[in-house]
């Protein structure tokens, strides 16, 4: 029985709440690059790293403007990593208060996608993130594209 406890005691002392985010691109965001894109995520803290599980979504890039369907000009990347850890080395000069989970590459994509995901540290006030994605896809394209994250309704679990 005192086993048990002390289990249950560490497990609940080694991770955090999980929170889902949902994340989206403001409109087509255009930094170096045009960008459309969604990405969902759970978000904890276990043994005092933050980690991301159940990522999924998409996201496409092109130098010219976005249409609503895909065109075969753009690098589009489908996202599904069932789980990724933050940098704990991560020493940021741009995007402080913020975790790096480097090797962020898609799963599916058109011409290849990789690179690494920021996302802004909670507040413990607010229910909304930044998060950028810094990457390279095929020989030409690379650049950053930026999200909005918004805790998803009823996410929150022990």
């Given at each position: 029985?005192?086993?048990?406890?002390?289990?249950?005691?560490?497990?609940?002392?080694?991770?955090?709440?999980?929170?889902?985010?949902?994340?989206?691109?403001?409109?087509?965001?255009?930094?170096?690059?045009?960008?459309?894109?969604?990405?969902?995520?759970?978000?904890?803290?276990?043994?005092?790293?933050?980690?991301?599980t159940d990522v999924s979504g998409k996201i496409r890039t092109s130098w010219e403007?976005?249409?609503?369907?895909?065109?075969?000009?753009?690098?589009?990347?489908?996202?599904?990593?069932?789980?990724?850890?933050?940098?704990?080395?991560?020493?940021?000069?741009?995007?402080?208060?913020?975790?790096?989970?480097?090797?962020?590459?898609?799963?599916?994509?058109?011409?290849?996608?990789?690179?690494?995901?920021?996302?802004?540290?909670?507040?413990?006030?607010?229910?909304?993130?930044?998060?950028?994605?810094?990457?390279?896809?095929?020989?030409?394209?690379?650049?950053?594209?930026?999200?909005?994250?918004?805790?998803?309704?009823?996410?929150?679990?022990?």
């Amino acid at each position: 029985m005192k086993a048990l406890i002390f289990l249950l005691t560490f497990i609940a002392t080694t991770a955090s709440a999980a929170t889902e985010y949902r994340c989206e691109t403001p409109e087509i965001s255009r930094r170096q690059v045009f960008s459309k894109g969604s990405l969902k995520f759970t978000d904890q803290v276990v043994n005092g790293k933050r980690v991301l599980t159940d990522v999924s979504g998409k996201i496409r890039t092109s130098w010219e403007d976005l249409q609503l369907t895909e065109s075969d000009g753009e690098y589009v990347g489908e996202f599904e990593i069932t789980r990724i850890v933050e940098n704990s080395n991560y020493n940021p000069r741009v995007y402080v208060n913020h975790s790096q989970f480097p090797e962020f590459n898609a799963t599916t994509s058109s011409h290849g996608m990789w690179g690494e995901f920021v996302v802004q540290k909670p507040d413990g006030v607010g229910s909304s993130l930044h998060a950028h994605y810094i990457f390279q896809s095929g020989d030409h394209m690379g650049g950053v594209v930026d999200f909005e994250c918004a805790v998803s309704s009823g996410s929150e679990t022990e």
